[in-house]
T-cell receptor, first 114, second 110 residues
Framework: NAGVMQNPRHLVRRRGQEARLRCSPM?????VYWYRQLPEEGLKFMVYLQKENIIDESGMPKERFSAEFPKEGPSILRIQQVVRGDSAAYFC????????????FGPGTRLTVL | LAKTTQPISMDSYEGQEVNITCSHN???????ITWYQQFPSQGPRFIIQGYKTKVTNEVASLFIPADRKSSTLSLPRVSLSDTAVYYC???????????FGKGTSLLVTP
């Protein structure tokens, strides 16, 4: 049973370009979370999605950031016109909402903005 | 989300038992306590989860007193590979976003 998959693992972009980060949840999981982690910091929640629905985007910047989880295919975190401050590790987690289930994390995408 | 407080860092020698205590004074009735482990350049890995008393699995034990205002993660006989950051989290159910603090950075040396 494959775990949460994220790609690419490393992404380099120049300022002003777009970054697309992909997350495939564990089989049977229909809930996806995106977190951002800056160096020496804990993970910060960004957005919570179910299939075709954004449940909670309170942690996501209002501008340049968007997320989707289509009926088919992976969840996508999109960052437009990246700036150096967007450089971070972005983690995706998924869960199935069983009675005592918990979130399982992917390996992350390390975004570097030059 | 209940706020948690845990030591910033801890040191241990190989083979020792390590106990990391987390305070969560504002824990709510429906909250569970969950611990994650994170190695550099990797995503957090679930270790253990509990609601009250004691929970044990093949990796660790979790002790939760009756008032549930704190919890202690116990790692028996640590090895060098247990060097990692350990996060204590409190959430009402698994459908909520997790609130990660800075965690406890554990260093295990020979």
């Amino acid at each position: 049973n494959a775990g949460v998959m994220q790609n690419p693992r490393h992404l380099v972009r120049r300022r002003g370009q777009e970054a697309r980060l992909r997350c495939s949840p564990m089989k049977g999981h229909s809930h996806v979370y995106w977190y951002r982690q800056l160096p020496e910091e804990g993970l910060k929640f960004m957005v919570y999605l179910q299939k075709e629905n954004i449940i909670d985007e309170s942690g996501m910047p209002k501008e340049r950031f968007s997320a989707e989880f289509p009926k088919e295919g992976p969840s996508i975190l999109r960052i437009q016109q990246v700036v150096r401050g967007d450089s971070a590790a972005y983690f995706c987690a998924s869960l199935s909402l069983a009675s005592t289930d918990t979130q399982y994390f992917g390996p992350g995408t390390r975004l570097t903005v030059l | 989300l209940a706020k948690t407080t845990q030591p910033i860092s801890m040191d241990s020698y190989e083979g020792q038992e390590v106990n990391i205590t987390c305070s969560h004074n504002n824990i709510a009735t429906n909250d569970y306590i969950t611990w994650y482990q994170q190695f550099p350049s990797q995503g957090p890995r679930f270790i253990i989860q509990g609601y009250k008393t004691k929970v044990t699995n093949e990796v660790a034990s979790l002790f939760i007193p009756a008032d549930r205002k704190s919890s202690t993660l116990s790692l028996p006989r640590v090895s060098l590979s247990d060097t990692a950051v350990y996060y204590c989290l409190v959430a009402s159910n698994s459908g909520y976003a997790l609130n990660f603090g800075k965690g406890t950075s554990l260093l295990v040396t020979p």
